[in-house]
């Protein structure tokens, strides 16, 4: 996903109601989010559906980093080559 650009990629609303087509466009043509305020905050983020998807993926990737990195805090963890046993005995399965 790319960066939001300020002076684009916020917009009230009022505008987002009439303009739309063109807000989904946008995000379709530049994979920037956009997001949308209401009195002056942030109340909501539209985003391409395939950017998206990437972005689930990348979260849940770093969940597994970080519950790999918590196990092996607290002794959970097993050898290198104890866990290439075991992954090589289910592949031969």
């Given at each position: 996903m790319k960066r939001l650009k300020i002076n684009e990629d916020i917009k009230p609303l009022s505008e987002f109601r009439i303009q739309i087509t063109s807000f989904i466009k946008q995000v379709h043509d530049t994979k920037r989010p956009l997001v949308i305020t209401q009195h002056g905050k942030g109340v909501a983020v539209l985003m391409d559906a395939k950017?998206?998807?990437?972005?689930?993926?990348?979260?849940?990737?770093?969940?597994?980093?970080?519950?790999s990195l918590n196990q092996l805090g607290n002794g959970q963890g097993i050898e290198h080559d104890n866990a290439r046993t075991i992954l090589l005995k289910r592949i031969s399965k």
């Open positions: 950017e998206y998807e990437i972005l689930q993926e990348k979260l849940e990737l770093f969940e597994d980093i970080q519950t």
